[in-house]
């Protein structure tokens, strides 16, 4: 199926750091959704981007819908061990109806 | 406010047999959408209902099918089972028109032997 370029992969990063990560998409979107998954649970909405070059914050959370709107940005602040999981984003296209997830990002934090 | 509601949360099943997902959305939320993850895999995207009618599919075999009720509860159905329908099967829902926010049930964990 069709998904989105997420990167990186994974990290680990030390409790204290902040964290970046992005996706890309050859395709424009016009919503732009990040998620965190749990092992075992499902994905948890943590911020929603409507339009674009908007940067909208939800605690340590910041999230940024790319200019070109075929991209989207998710940085962490201050990480600390409660943040492990995977972050997914996730993209609408007009007129699909259907959202198109990333790959995922692993993140692990040590303390 | 209670959220996306899924059952079971775990089932283990054979292969060729058939099984059924259910799944209760957000109140006042009319469209349900199914996806299947894969262990360490993304999602992806199944099956959208939206007042009671199927709005949209992946590319996913006809012996995954679904339905939704007037109460915009949904099943999804699998027939004749196989070793890769092993995964999590999320649920989530949304307000009408399949454009807004999607928020997403806990999951049903089926493994096929």
């Known amino acids: 199926g069709q998904q989105l370029n997420q990167s990186p992969q994974s990290m680990f990063i030390q409790e204290g750091e902040d964290v970046s990560m992005n996706c890309t998409s050859s395709s424009i979107f016009n919503t732009w959704l990040w998620y965190k998954q749990d092992p075992g649970e499902g994905p948890v909405l943590l911020i929603a981007l409507y339009k674009a070059g908007e940067l909208t914050s939800n605690g340590r959370l910041t999230a940024q819908f790319g200019i070109t709107r075929k991209d989207s940005f998710l940085n962490i602040s201050a990480s600390i061990p409660s943040d492990v999981g995977i972050y997914f984003c996730a993209g609408l296209t007009s007129g699909t109806y259907k959202y198109i997830f990333g790959t995922g990002t692993r993140l692990k934090v040590l303390a | 406010e209670a959220g996306v509601t899924q059952s079971p949360t775990h089932l283990i099943k054979t292969r060729g047999q058939q099984v059924t997902l259910r799944c209760s959305p957000i109140?006042?939320?009319?469209?349900v959408y199914w996806y299947q993850q894969a262990l360490g895999l993304g999602l992806q995207f199944l099956l959208w209902?939206?007042?009671?009618?199927?709005?949209n599919r992946g590319n996913f075999p006809p012996r995954f099918s679904g339905r939704q009720f007037p109460n915009y509860s949904s099943e999804l159905n699998v027939n004749a089972l196989e070793l890769e329908d092993s995964a999590l099967y999320l649920c989530?829902?949304?307000?009408?028109?399949?454009?807004?926010?999607?928020?997403f049930g806990p999951g049903t964990r089926l493994l096929v032997l």
């Open positions: 989530a829902s949304s307000f009408s028109q399949g454009q807004e926010t999607q928020y």
């Open positions: 109140s006042g939320h009319t469209s």
């Open positions: 209902y939206d007042e009671g009618e199927e709005r």
